[in-house]
C-alpha cells in the first residue's frame, strides 16, 4: 500500500456537502482505503468558477491505498454530483 493525500472540494450547501462526504467515505472504504487523517480546511474561494459556484468546502484525506484502486476511484468520484474537485497526490516516503 502507498500513502496517498486526497484533496475534495464540495459544495458550500450542507446537505450536499454531507451527501458528498459520506460518500467519499463510502467509496474509500469500498476499494480497500485505510484513512489515516482528515483535515477540514474550511470555506474558501476558489481560483476559478466550476459547476457555477465561487466558494467550496476544502477537506484533505491522508490515506493508504493500493495504486490499482486508483483508476477506479478516479471513475467513481467523476459520477458524484456532490463534488466539485478532487486530486490524489503520491506521498514520497
Request: hydrophobic content about 40%; charged content about 40%.
Amino acid at each position: 500500500m502507498r500513502q496517498y493525500e486526497l484533496t475534495v472540494i464540495f459544495p458550500l450547501e450542507e446537505d450536499q456537502y454531507k451527501a458528498g462526504r459520506e460518500t467519499v467515505l463510502a467509496d474509500l472504504a469500498a476499494q480497500g482505503a485505510e484513512i489515516i487523517k482528515t483535515d477540514e480546511n474550511g470555506d474558501r474561494d476558489l481560483a476559478y468558477e466550476i459547476k457555477k459556484r465561487r466558494r467550496g468546502r476544502y477537506v484533505l484525506f491522508t490515506l493508504k491505498l493500493y495504486p490499482e484502486k486508483i483508476k477506479e476511484l478516479d471513475r467513481i468520484f467523476k459520477l458524484n454530483p456532490n463534488l466539485l474537485r478532487y486530486l490524489f497526490v503520491k506521498i514520497e516516503e
